[in-house]
């Protein structure tokens, strides 16, 4: 069994409370979740307006299809035009 996580470091440029972050981000976890059937959550940056932190978990029996899924929620992430990508993380275990 191997658990695929990345960890996303996002800007979310023009946001001014806290209800128009957490609208954004209740956008794009559940689009991820959706369509790559995944458990995703934010674990950082809680308290912050335009900076926020998204962990995404895959758990599969292949490191290659983790991988492939994780690169996938990488590109949907990046095109997503409400949010800037700062850094991101990827492990296995």
């Given at each position: 069994?191997?658990?695929?996580?990345?960890?996303?470091?996002?800007?979310?440029?023009?946001?001014?409370?806290?209800?128009?972050?957490?609208?954004?981000?209740k956008?794009?976890?559940?689009?991820?979740?959706n369509?790559?059937?995944?458990?995703?959550?934010?674990?950082?940056?809680?308290?912050?307006?335009?900076?926020?932190?998204?962990?995404?978990?895959?758990?599969?029996?292949?490191?290659?299809?983790?991988?492939?899924?994780?690169?996938?929620?990488?590109?949907?992430?990046?095109?997503?035009?409400?949010?800037?990508?700062?850094?991101?993380?990827?492990?296995?275990?």
């Open positions: 069994m191997v658990i695929g996580i990345c960890t996303f470091e996002l800007h979310l440029e023009g946001i001014h409370s806290l209800k128009a972050k957490r609208g954004v981000l956008r794009l976890k559940a689009r991820i979740a369509k790559f059937n995944v458990s995703v959550a934010e674990v950082d940056y809680l308290d912050s307006w335009q900076r926020s932190t998204i962990a995404v978990a895959v758990v599969s029996n292949d490191q290659r299809f983790a991988n492939q899924v994780l690169s996938k929620v990488t590109e949907l992430v990046t095109s997503n035009s409400e949010v800037v990508l700062i850094d991101q993380k990827m492990s296995f275990l």
